[in-house]
């Protein structure tokens, strides 16, 4: 199986690219800066089959082509200022059209639970997301909804993940997801497990066309 991982350099995108790597899968590794990639995956055997490529999802053309052959594309695409963005609207456009011009059809991407209040979360966390999280993100918030409503409209087996506050740490393997429906109390959840749902839930059709939400 052939895996494009499209903001790989850090974070979530770089965990999914290794333990694609340790499931014997085929991994193309797709980010602007491609250093943190090298650095963590350097040449040897275990990183026979990855390849790294430098590439931008706000311009097609320059990451496009590496979709030729996929089976799967993983967009962990993110910003870390709260300016506004078009980083995930049109960066999805972008991997929308590239998919339909390589007929690749499975999609997951992260998109984060902050964007909606939902009934699963305790009471004071519906206040500090409607009242500061959501005023301080408004700019990411508004534009994860775009990207939303893009993939939804799209003709792909997508998936999108909601996750909660990202913290560092070592796989547990042990979380929670819901598909389609509210975790309850959505909390926390390591970027490593993170990337483990979805490298582990690519071929689970139970997930497809869903909005899933995954926590600790």
């Given at each position: 199986?052939?895996?494009?991982?499209?903001?790989?350099?850090?974070?979530?995108?770089?965990?999914?690219?290794?333990?694609?790597?340790?499931?014997?899968?085929?991994?193309?590794?797709?980010a602007r800066n491609v250093t943190a990639i090298r650095q963590e995956c350097p040449d040897s055997t275990e990183y026979s089959r990855l390849k790294i490529s430098k590439g931008d999802v706000l311009y097609a053309p320059g990451f496009e082509h590496e979709?030729?052959?996929?089976?799967?594309?993983?967009?962990?695409?993110?910003?870390?200022?709260?300016?506004?963005?078009?980083?995930?609207?049109?960066?999805m456009t972008n991997i929308i059209h590239a998919m339909y011009k390589y007929n690749v059809s499975r999609l997951i991407c992260v998109s984060g639970i902050g964007v909606e209040v939902t009934p699963g979360m305790p009471f004071i966390m519906k206040l500090a997301t409607k009242y500061i999280l959501q005023p301080l993100l408004k700019n990411n918030f508004s534009d994860l909804l775009k990207m939303e409503a893009l993939v939804r409209q799209s003709q792909l087996n997508w998936t999108i993940v909601r996750a909660p506050r990202l913290r560092n740490g070592e796989i547990t393997g042990k979380y929670r997801f819901a598909a389609?429906?509210?975790?309850?109390?959505?909390?926390?959840?390591?970027?490593?497990?993170?990337?483990?749902?979805?490298?582990?839930?690519?071929?689970n059709k139970q997930v497809f066309c869903s909005r899933v939400e995954i926590s600790h």
């Amino acid at each position: 199986m052939k895996i494009v991982i499209l903001g790989a350099s850090r974070g979530t995108g770089l965990s999914a690219v290794k333990q694609a790597l340790n499931k014997g899968y085929d991994v193309t590794a797709v980010a602007r800066n491609v250093t943190a990639i090298r650095q963590e995956c350097p040449d040897s055997t275990e990183y026979s089959r990855l390849k790294i490529s430098k590439g931008d999802v706000l311009y097609a053309p320059g990451f496009e082509h590496e979709l030729e052959g996929a089976d799967v594309v993983i967009s962990s695409i993110g910003v870390t200022s709260t300016k506004p963005t078009i980083l995930y609207s049109t960066g999805m456009t972008n991997i929308i059209h590239a998919m339909y011009k390589y007929n690749v059809s499975r999609l997951i991407c992260v998109s984060g639970i902050g964007v909606e209040v939902t009934p699963g979360m305790p009471f004071i966390m519906k206040l500090a997301t409607k009242y500061i999280l959501q005023p301080l993100l408004k700019n990411n918030f508004s534009d994860l909804l775009k990207m939303e409503a893009l993939v939804r409209q799209s003709q792909l087996n997508w998936t999108i993940v909601r996750a909660p506050r990202l913290r560092n740490g070592e796989i547990t393997g042990k979380y929670r997801f819901a598909a389609n429906e509210y975790l309850r109390n959505p909390l926390i959840l390591r970027r490593s497990d993170l990337a483990h749902f979805m490298v582990n839930n690519i071929d689970n059709k139970q997930v497809f066309c869903s909005r899933v939400e995954i926590s600790h």
